[in-house]
């Protein structure tokens, strides 16, 4: 069983920065991809961020220029620069991971005051 747990999470201004990390238990170069979701109360889950194994990435419109999905595979750690933060960008935010089938992390809050 695969175990990703997030970190990073808090409370930060509008225009602050944090840097979220997912730690997997097993070595992420193993999964055919990876990211970062959100959920937003009321809100359904959204994709925040996709890296591919083989390091194509893409980002969601109300994110790109400000968020940077990147990896460690020394540390089996998945990262999420956030920059330039806004209060709609106030979410839970989840790792994801895909192989033969999906994992998921518990989350972790995020949440940008105005």
């Known amino acids: 069983q695969v175990q990703l747990v997030e970190s990073g999470g808090g409370l930060v201004q509008a225009g602050g920065s944090l840097r979220l990390s997912c730690a997997a238990s097993?070595?992420?170069?193993?999964?055919?991809?990876m990211a970062w979701y959100r959920q937003a109360p009321g809100k359904q889950r959204e994709l925040v961020a996709h890296?591919?194994?083989?390091?194509?990435?893409n980002y969601a419109d109300s994110v790109k220029g400000r968020f940077t999905i990147s990896r460690d595979t020394a540390s089996n750690t998945l990262y999420l620069q956030m920059n330039s933060l806004r209060p709609e960008d106030t979410a839970v935010y989840y790792c994801?991971?895909?192989?033969?089938?999906?994992?998921w992390g518990q989350g972790t809050q995020v949440t940008v005051s105005s």
């Open positions: 890296r591919s194994r083989f390091g194509a990435t």
């Open positions: 994801n991971a895909v192989s033969d089938t999906q994992y």
């Open positions: 097993r070595a992420i170069f193993s999964f055919n991809a």
